[in-house]
C-alpha cells in the first residue's frame, strides 16, 4: 500500500487548501483513514478521521468548524478540505490507513500505512 499526499503550499491566514491522498492498491474502500499533522518541533497530532463508508468524520476541537474529511473510494482518494487557516495550521500533513478500531483513530499507533506527508504553511 501506498499513500501519496498533495496539494500542500503556502497561503495566507484566512485562505484555503485542500489536501488530497491517492492510494494505491484496491483495498482502498475496506478501512478507515485519517489525517495528521507536524509542526516544527511538535509531535504528530490527529487532524481528521473517516469511516470505510464515508460516514462518521470527525475532528481534532483545533480544527472543528473549518476542516472537512471527505473520501472517494472509486477513485481510491481521500481529501482534506481546509478553510479559514491559521498559522497554527502550519505543518506537515500526512494521511494514513487506519485500523477498524473506530474509538481509538485520534492515536498515531492505530493507523498502519502513512504518506510522506505535504507542507501547508499557512503566513500570518
Known amino acids: 500500500v501506498q499513500l501519496q499526499a498533495s496539494g500542500g503550499g503556502l497561503v495566507q491566514a484566512g485562505g484555503y487548501l485542500r489536501l488530497s491522498c491517492a492510494a494505491s492498491?484496491?483495498?482502498?474502500?475496506?478501512?478507515?483513514m485519517g489525517w495528521f499533522r507536524q509542526a516544527p518541533g511538535k509531535e504528530r497530532e490527529f487532524v481528521a478521521a473517516?469511516?470505510?463508508?464515508?460516514?462518521?468524520?470527525y475532528y481534532a476541537d483545533s480544527v472543528k468548524g473549518r476542516f472537512a474529511i471527505s473520501r472517494v473510494n472509486a477513485k481510491s482518494t481521500l481529501y482534506l478540505q481546509m478553510n479559514s487557516l491559521k498559522p497554527e495550521d502550519t505543518g506537515v500533513y500526512y494521511c494514513?490507513?487506519?485500523?477498524?478500531?473506530?474509538?481509538?483513530?485520534?492515536?498515531?499507533?492505530?493507523?498502519?500505512?502513512w504518506g510522506h506527508g505535504t507542507l501547508v504553511t499557512v503566513s500570518s
Open positions: 494514513a490507513r487506519g485500523s477498524s478500531n473506530w474509538y481509538t483513530l485520534a492515536k498515531t499507533s492505530e493507523y498502519d500505512y
Open positions: 473517516i469511516s470505510w463508508s464515508g460516514g462518521n468524520p
Open positions: 492498491g484496491r483495498t482502498f474502500s475496506n478501512y478507515n
